[in-house]
């Protein structure tokens, strides 16, 4: 009888690895569910009980080697302590990037199946996770962009300004000028955006008064089965829908449902927030973070000194903001947090540098 093969180090440390990220992944999801109901604590305890089975499978190969339960990595620790504090949607995010990087496909030890349900894991929580950002309003997004436009723009022309050489209380004076101009444009811009938004939506809205029109229609020789195909739907499908309308008519049981057109819902058209609520969101978003690069020179800061300072607290801001920007879109938060800060700071060098160049020399 042939001996079993025994696995090798770096075989069973790999494995220990896999079982202890299944098993804390499994409970992030489990605490995940419990917060939720319907189908969607469904789908998140399905995807557990895969996970349970991942660490079975993995338990199995280790067999008298499992040894005492390891910590899963860092990564997927943060998540389950963000499932027992935090909302959904950014955890989601989270696991939508961390299914869709599946270490399994590059280890040879794993399963085709285990390979191939966490890339169906991947696509479920991408359709969980859209479903909580299609649920987060425009004000969050207005809050967000807010509040990053006032960190660039306002660090760029304070040190523009600490490139001319002026004087602090002049680098003051401009950086709450910019900061109030800055939020009044953002406000009205938001405004001015939703607002257009929202009447282009209405615009679409099918007229509910239609359907006064139906009884006349002829049966035979009509044109309702072009509104249909007009809305997207094919000529086969609008002539089906078009007939079940009149046979509902005929049998005096329903009318015309002037949102069922060839696909286009009520919530296709919704724009998400009203157009003053996002205007008084991003006016303050945007405040607060313009005030950042203002703070040390309002608290009688000066020269270099007030300018660095001014620096360190927009790059941690600019960090956090792409950090979340980065956990909303399902991507590392690292990444985005240093594009953020790389973008701002570029933009800040370049107004220094020119107000080096025309600087005026001020005392």
């Not at 680098?171 to 607002?195: D, K, N, Q, R, W």
């Not at 359907?211 to 009509?222: H, R, T, V, Y």
């Amino acid at each position: 009888m042939n001996e079993i093969e025994q696995p090798s180090r770096q075989q069973i440390a790999r494995w220990r690895k896999h079982l202890a990220n299944e098993r804390a992944e499994g409970a992030v999801y489990r605490e995940l569910a419990r917060k939720k109901t319907g189908e969607e604590r469904e789908i998140l305890m399905g995807i557990a009980e895969a996970e349970s089975r991942h660490e079975e499978y993995w338990r199995g190969r280790l067999g008298e080697h499992v040894g005492l339960p390891r910590q899963a990595d860092l990564s997927t620790r943060l998540m389950a302590w963000m499932a027992k504090r935090f909302g959904s949607v950014f955890v989601l995010a989270l696991l939508q990037s961390a299914e869709t990087r599946n270490d399994y496909v590059k280890d040879a030890d794993a399963s085709e199946q285990i390979v191939a349900d966490e890339a169906i894991h991947a696509e479920v929580v991408r359709g969980l996770a859209a479903r909580g950002r299609a649920k987060m309003s425009g004000d969050f997004r207005a809050a967000i962009f807010g509040a990053n436009d006032g960190l660039v723009s306002n660090l760029a022309l304070v040190l523009g300004m600490v490139g001319t050489g002026v004087s602090s209380q002049v680098i003051l004076v401009t950086g709450l000028t910019g900061l109030l101009a800055g939020a009044l444009s953002m406000a009205a811009g938001e405004y001015v955006s939703v607002s257009s938004q929202k009447e282009l939506l209405d615009a679409n809205r099918p007229d509910p008064s239609t359907q006064d029109s139906l009884p006349k229609l002829d049966m035979e020789e009509n044109e309702l089965a072009l509104v249909y195909r007009a809305r997207g739907m094919s000529a086969a499908e609008a002539q089906a829908k078009a007939q079940d309308v009149f046979e509902h008519l005929q049998a005096d049981s329903g009318s015309w449902n002037s949102t069922d057109m060839g696909g286009i819902t009520e919530d296709d058209l919704e724009p998400g927030g009203s157009g003053m609520s996002a205007a008084i969101s991003s006016f303050f978003c945007f405040a607060v973070g313009a005030v950042i690069p203002v703070l040390p020179y309002m608290l009688g800061g000066s020269g270099v000194t007030a300018a660095v300072i001014a620096c360190v607290l927009v790059g941690i801001a600019l960090m956090t903001t792409g950090a979340v920007v980065g956990m909303l879109s399902g991507v590392a938060p690292g990444k985005r947090a240093l594009r953020q800060l790389l973008i701002g700071f570029g933009a800040a060098g370049v107004t220094f540098l020119l107000g080096s160049l025309f600087g005026v020399g001020v005392a």
